[in-house]
């Protein structure tokens, strides 16, 4: 049941990052280009995304999950180093290529070529992270 719930939500998130044009890095750069022509859109998708979760997540807060044994709401409310920079990382890439995680990978269906070049350097950076996150840390580099 609970791949079954897993893949009914990612259909629907896929659904939704499409008919949102969220999967068109235009549209994405078009909201990031405050100086230039800003485009809105992706604002009201992610206040209509907010206006359907947050009343779930509240409603559903403490109680067990239908899929799961249990809810899995992180814990850590610190700020630290690579916290700082995974999210100028993500952001930085975020701008220059119009391109989240989750639409990328829902863009295999819509441009495979791009959607294949992203989710492969994303893929790269993510491997290289385990060796960047122990230095900002401090810890030295891993095994």
């Not at 044009?21 to 750069?29: Q, S």
């Not at 893929?123 to 385990?130: A, E, F, K, Q």
């Amino acid at each position: 049941m609970m791949i079954i719930g897993a893949a009914f939500a990612g259909l629907l998130l896929g659904a939704g990052l499409t008919l949102s044009g969220m999967v068109n890095p235009a549209i994405v750069l078009g909201f990031l280009d405050f100086a230039g022509v800003w485009n809105p859109a992706l604002l009201l998708v992610m206040a209509g995304a907010l206006a359907v979760s947050l009343p779930g997540y509240w409603l559903l807060q403490g109680r067990k999950p239908l899929f799961a044994e249990k809810q899995f709401i992180p814990t850590r409310r610190d700020i630290d180093a690579p916290l700082v920079v995974g999210s100028t990382v993500f952001g930085l890439g975020w701008g220059l290529a119009g391109i989240c995680p989750g639409p990328a990978l829902t863009m295999f269906g819509i441009n495979p070529l791009m959607a294949f070049i992203f989710v492969f350097a994303m893929t790269v950076g993510m491997m290289l992270s385990r060796f960047v996150e122990p230095w900002l840390r401090g810890t030295g580099i891993p095994d």
